[in-house]
């Protein structure tokens, strides 16, 4: 069963415009991490951050904001003032703990076009 | 963080041939992670890879069609066996990078190994 649920498969937007990418996971672990990873069209998957299941802080880095609610299991993440440079593919991924340790396991993805 | 170098960054194959993938960590690790990316999916492991022992593969993943070979916790090589034209992927290595005392660390991935067959 999938584990990681990435519904959008594209968002357009116009540069300058907030784009919000939505994560919805499943996991009956109480310890678990949640990724988000960029993949250019270069391919290289570029960490976003790591948000711990303990840890419902939103955060924020320059442009970039996640939003965390385990009362409905989803990460979402959000683009502020979308630059051409945002264009790729996000991944949403879940790692649970024990023997999924270090296993992760990676939404459909969320491609992102952004247009001048 | 860490840097892995991995290699070959791309290849095109002859079907039944095999093509061995190398990452090469400039710190040492404990767990080594194998991931494949079909055309436009997503990514899906492959395999764990740990020194000293035999890798763990996931379903449907097989050790006589991808071996693994981990000689010390730097490197690590992914073979692909009796290549098909399905196999044709991006093939890519993967560490837990504790990265230091920060808290926000995630795992490192290799730049990929673009694989076709034809």
């Known amino acids: 069963a999938q584990k990681v649920t990435q519904a959008q498969t594209e968002i357009s937007v116009v540069e300058k415009e907030d784009v919000t990418l939505d994560c919805v996971y499943e996991?009956?672990?109480?310890?678990?991490?949640l990724f988000w990873y960029k993949q250019p069209p270069s391919g290289e998957l570029v960490f976003l951050i790591r948000r711990n299941s303990f840890d419902e802080q939103n955060e924020i880095s320059g442009r970039y904001s996640w939003n965390f609610q385990k009362s409905t299991s989803s990460f979402n993440f959000t683009i502020t003032a979308s630059q051409v440079v945002d264009s790729a593919v996000y991944f949403c991924?879940?790692?649970?703990?024990?023997?999924?340790?270090?296993?992760?396991?990676f939404g459909a993805g969320t491609q992102v076009v952004v247009t001048p | 963080s860490a840097v892995i170098s991995q290699k070959p960054s791309r290849d095109i194959c002859q079907r039944g041939t095999s093509l061995t993938i190398q990452c090469q960590v400039d710190?040492?690790?404990?767990?080594m992670f194998w991931y494949r990316q079909q055309p436009g999916q997503s990514l899906t492991l492959i395999a764990t890879a740990n020194q000293g022992s035999e890798a763990t593969y996931e379903s449907g993943f097989v050790i006589d069609k991808f071996p693994i070979s981990r000689p010390n916790l730097t490197f690590s090589t992914l073979t692909v066996s009796n290549m098909s034209p399905e196999d044709s992927s991006i093939y890519l290595c993967?560490?837990?990078?504790?990265?230091?005392?920060?808290?926000?660390?995630?795992?490192?991935f290799g730049s990929g190994t673009r694989l076709t067959v034809v």
């Open positions: 996991t009956r672990d109480t310890t678990y991490y």
């Open positions: 710190s040492q690790v404990t767990m």
């Open positions: 993967s560490v837990e990078d504790f990265g230091g005392v920060t808290a926000n660390y995630g795992y490192t």
């Open positions: 991924a879940l790692s649970e703990v024990g023997d999924s340790w270090g296993k992760l396991q």
